[in-house]
C-alpha cells in the first residue's frame, strides 16, 4: 500500500490574512511539500498539470526532475497528465528521461482535465476528448514497447521508423494509471490494457466513484489481467487535521468556506457528511480512510490533497507531520493486514523489472485497438 500526497498548485488567496503567495512563491512551497513528504515517511509525491491561472504546474516533469534531485526514494508522479492535449512522442520521451534522472521513481496519470478551453489552446477540440484520449495513448504505449515504429492515426502526422529517446529505463516504461471522475470510457481503457485506474474521489458521494471502479475490476478480468479484486486501484482523499477535532473545523472553516472550488456552496458539515473530506482529529481520518476499504475493496494507492485553498505552507508542513506520524503508520498496519495475500501491492520500477520475464505483458496483445474501440462502440 503506497501512502502519498498530491497538489493541484492553485494560487489561492489565504482568507485570513487576504494575501496569496506569487507564482514563485507557490513553485517553490510544491517542493518543499515533496521534499517533507518523503522526511515524514510518505511514498508518493503527484503534481497536476494545468495551463490556466489561478494553477501553476504548467510543467510537471520539470518539476518532478527538480525534486528528484532532492530525494532519494519519494515516488513521483502527476495528478493529471493530459493525455488529450499533450503529444504522445513528447511524453514518452519526458517520462522516460525522468526515468532515468530519477532511478525508475516515476509513474504517471493519465486523464483529460476539466478545463474545456485548454483544448483550442493546443489545438484540439474538446468533442474529440474521448477519441484522443484512446488514440493518444494507444500511440504512447507503444512507443515506450517497440523500439522502431511505424504508425498513422487521426489525431497527429504518421510516424515512419520512428525511435523515441531516451527508451526507458531497464526497457520497462513508468507505470500508467488512468484517472477519472466521470468517464466510464476511460475506466474502460484502463482495464483493456491492464493498467491502473485512479478514482480522485474528493468532490463526489463515494457512491459514483464506487461504480467507476467496479466497472473497472470486471473489465480488467474480462480481459485477461487477473481476478477483479487484483486490479491496480488508486484513490484521492481530502483531510485537514489538528490535535482536537473542533480546532481542525475552526481553522480550515474560513479555507473551505472561500476555496475556489467548492467555496459559498455546501456546508463543511454538508460536504464532510457526503464526501470523503475529512476535518478533524488524526483518529478520525484513520477511521474515515479505512471505510474507503469497505466501499472500493482493497486498492494499492492512497494520496491526500492537503495544499490547497490558500492555506499557508506552514500549515500544511504541521498537516504533514500529523499525517506522517499519528496517520499513515495505523493505516499502512491496518490495511496490510487486511489485504489478502492474492492482491498485488502498488507496481513500482523494481518490481516490473522483477516481473518483466515472467509478466504477460501487454504490447504482444493489446497492438491493436479495435477490440477495445469496439467495446466502447466505436
Do not use: C
Request: aromatic share 10%; charged share 20%; hydrophobic share 35%.
Amino acid at each position: 500500500m503506497q501512502f502519498g500526497i498530491f497538489t493541484v498548485g492553485d494560487v489561492t488567496v489565504d482568507p485570513t490574512t487576504g494575501r496569496a503567495p506569487t507564482e514563485h512563491e507557490r513553485i517553490k512551497a510544491m517542493v518543499t511539500i515533496a521534499r517533507k513528504a518523503e522526511e515524514v515517511g510518505l511514498d508518493v509525491f503527484a503534481t497536476g498539470e494545468h495551463h490556466n491561472p489561478p494553477f501553476v504546474p504548467s510543467s510537471p516533469t520539470t518539476m518532478l526532475g527538480f525534486i528528484a534531485a532532492q530525494t532519494e526514494r519519494l515516488q513521483l508522479s502527476t495528478a493529471t497528465t493530459l493525455i488529450t492535449t499533450n503529444d504522445p512522442v513528447k511524453i514518452a520521451e519526458d517520462f522516460a528521461m525522468l526515468q532515468h534522472l530519477a532511478d525508475g521513481r516515476v509513474d504517471l496519470m493519465l486523464g483529460r482535465g476539466n478545463t474545456g478551453p485548454v483544448y483550442p489552446w493546443f489545438g484540439k477540440d474538446i468533442r474529440d476528448g474521448i477519441p484522443l484520449a484512446i488514440e493518444n495513448y494507444h500511440l504512447l504505449h507503444r512507443l515506450w514497447r517497440e523500439d522502431v515504429l511505424d504508425w498513422e492515426g487521426q489525431y497527429r502526422t504518421p510516424l515512419q521508423s520512428f525511435t523515441a529517446t531516451p527508451r526507458p529505463l531497464d526497457g520497462v516504461p513508468p507505470f500508467v494509471w488512468h484517472g477519472s471522475i466521470r468517464s466510464p470510457e476511460i475506466a474502460e481503457q484502463a482495464a483493456y490494457y491492464g493498467d491502473g485506474f485512479f478514482a480522485n474521489n474528493i468532490f463526489w458521494p463515494k457512491q459514483h466513484f464506487q461504480r467507476l471502479i467496479e466497472l473497472y475490476r470486471r473489465r480488467f478480468e474480462h480481459y485477461g489481467h487477473g481476478t477483479a479484486d487484483q486490479a491496480i486501484v488508486g484513490l484521492g482523499g481530502q483531510v485537514f487535521m489538528r490535535k482536537n477535532s473542533q480546532d481542525a473545523v475552526r481553522e480550515f472553516r474560513p479555507y473551505f468556506d472561500n476555496a475556489p472550488v467548492y467555496g459559498h456552496g455546501p456546508s463543511l458539515e454538508e460536504f464532510t457528511e457526503q464526501t470523503p473530506l475529512t476535518v478533524g482529529s488524526p483518529q478520525e481520518v484513520i477511521e474515515k480512510t479505512m471505510t474507503f476499504r469497505e466501499t472500493f475493496g482493497d486498492y494499492q494507492r492512497q494520496l491526500f490533497l492537503m495544499d490547497h485553498a490558500g492555506l499557508p505552507l506552514q500549515t500544511v508542513l504541521e498537516q504533514l507531520d500529523l499525517l506522517g506520524a499519528e496517520v499513515v503508520p495505523v493505516l499502512r498496519k491496518e490495511f496490510d493486514a487486511l489485504r489478502p495475500a492474492h492482491v498485488p501491492d502498488a507496481p513500482t520500477h523494481a518490481s516490473l523489472v522483477a516481473d518483466k520475464t515472467s509478466r504477460r505483458d501487454h504490447p504482444s496483445d493489446r497492438d491493436d485497438p479495435a477490440p477495445f474501440a469496439q467495446s466502447l462502440g466505436g
